[in-house]
């Protein structure tokens, strides 16, 4: 069974950095394009970054130059590095498995959702 976790949420000031990691079961991330998420409360889910196979990555503009995502082969784990996050960063992100090849942000296309791990940048 297919399954991914979050961690490495918490609470950061604004400007402040946070790493997420997502790990991996019953499947190999190197075959497998991942993507991440958020949610706050009262809003839909969007797409925050993608990652192929190949490293090959996309990002929304809210994200591009503040976000970036890694993956490490070797411990079978996507990584989500947040950096200068603001107030409206604050929501619960979570990584997905897509179904196909594409890197795409639509949350329609991916599913194995992890639980995920909250964020919250405040004063």
């Known amino acids: 069974q297919s399954q991914l976790a979050e961690s490495g949420g918490g609470l950061v000031q604004p400007g402040g950095s946070l790493r997420l990691s997502c790990a991996a079961s019953g499947f190999t991330l190197d075959d497998s394009v991942i993507g991440w998420f958020r949610q706050a409360p009262g809003k839909e889910r969007e797409g925050v970054s993608c990652i192929t196979k190949s490293g090959i990555q996309k990002y929304p503009i809210s994200a591009k130059g503040r976000f970036r995502t890694s993956r490490d082969n070797a411990k079978n784990t996507v990584y989500l590095d947040l950096n200068s996050l603001k107030p409206e960063d604050t929501a619960t992100y979570y990584c997905?498995?897509?179904?196909?090849?594409?890197?795409?942000?639509?949350?329609?296309?991916?599913?194995?959702w992890g639980q995920g791990t909250q964020v919250t940048v405040s004063s």
């Open positions: 997905a498995k897509n179904r196909n090849s594409g890197c795409t942000l639509d949350a329609g296309d991916f599913d194995s």
